[in-house]
């Protein structure tokens, strides 16, 4: 059972280009989750989301992020206009469950804007 | 809101030793804590998962404890080695997101 997989591991944008960050959870697991962690600082929750379903954003900036988790494919966050200070580690988790189901993290994406 | 304290900061001690991280939080309403092990430029390793029943869980060389009643978690690393370096995660989960500590990073000196 492959665990949670990133794609890419690394991606560099110029400012103002759009950057798409893929994730596909676990086997079997329909909860996803992304966190951030902005260099030198802890990660930070971002969006927890089901199939075809937003559950909570709530640590989504107001602006130019999204997050999608369709019924077939990864879920995708996108940041639109990137900027320097979306440079970042993404890290994307799964469970099967919310609660009590430990969440399963995937290697992160390294995200680099010039 | 959850708040989750992780202490010291940094640790560096000599291969061999035994060691002890701690983890504070404010709210004891939690579903688990996890402790995971974060390496340069590389994703989680959960270590040890702590359901909001039990108390303490093992696995070979590490013992992670919790009491909810103080707010707090111990990691425990016996006989520490070269490779146990790197930053240790203290994460809370409750209601549908983690809260996570600002970590502590340890070097285990040969």
């Known amino acids: 059972n492959a665990g949670v997989m990133q794609n890419p591991r690394h991606l560099v944008r110029r400012r103002g280009q759009e950057a798409r960050l893929r994730c596909s959870p676990m086997?079997?697991?329909?909860?996803v989750y992304w966190y951030r962690q902005l260099p030198e600082e802890g990660l930070k929750f971002m969006v927890y989301?089901?199939?075809?379903?937003?559950?909570?954003e709530s640590g989504m900036p107001k602006e130019r992020f999204s997050a999608e988790f369709p019924k077939e494919g990864p879920s995708i966050l996108r940041i639109q206009q990137v900027v320097r200070g979306d440079s970042a580690a993404y890290f994307c988790?799964?469970?099967?469950?919310?609660?009590?189901?430990?969440?399963?993290f995937g290697p992160g994406t390294r995200l680099t804007v010039t | 809101k959850q708040e989750v304290t992780q202490i010291p900061a940094a640790l560096s001690v000599p291969e061999g030793e035994n060691l002890v991280l701690n983890c504070s939080f404010t709210?004891?309403?939690?579903?688990?804590l996890q402790w995971f092990r974060q390496d340069p430029g590389k994703g989680l390793t959960s270590l040890l998962l702590?359901?909001?029943?039990?108390r303490e869980q093992t696995s070979g060389r590490l013992n992670a404890s919790l009491d909810k009643s103080s707010g707090r978690s111990t990691l425990y690393i016996a006989a520490s080695q070269p490779g146990d370096s790197a930053t240790y995660l203290c994460?809370?989960?409750?209601?549908?997101?983690?809260?996570f500590g600002s970590g502590t990073q340890l070097t285990v000196l040969p």
């Open positions: 994460v809370l989960s409750s209601a549908r997101q983690l809260t």
């Open positions: 709210d004891s309403a939690i579903y688990n």
């Open positions: 988790a799964s469970s099967p469950a919310t609660g009590t189901d430990e969440q399963y």
């Open positions: 989301l089901q199939k075809e379903n937003i559950i909570d």
């Open positions: 086997k079997g697991h329909s909860h």
């Open positions: 702590i359901q909001s029943s039990q």
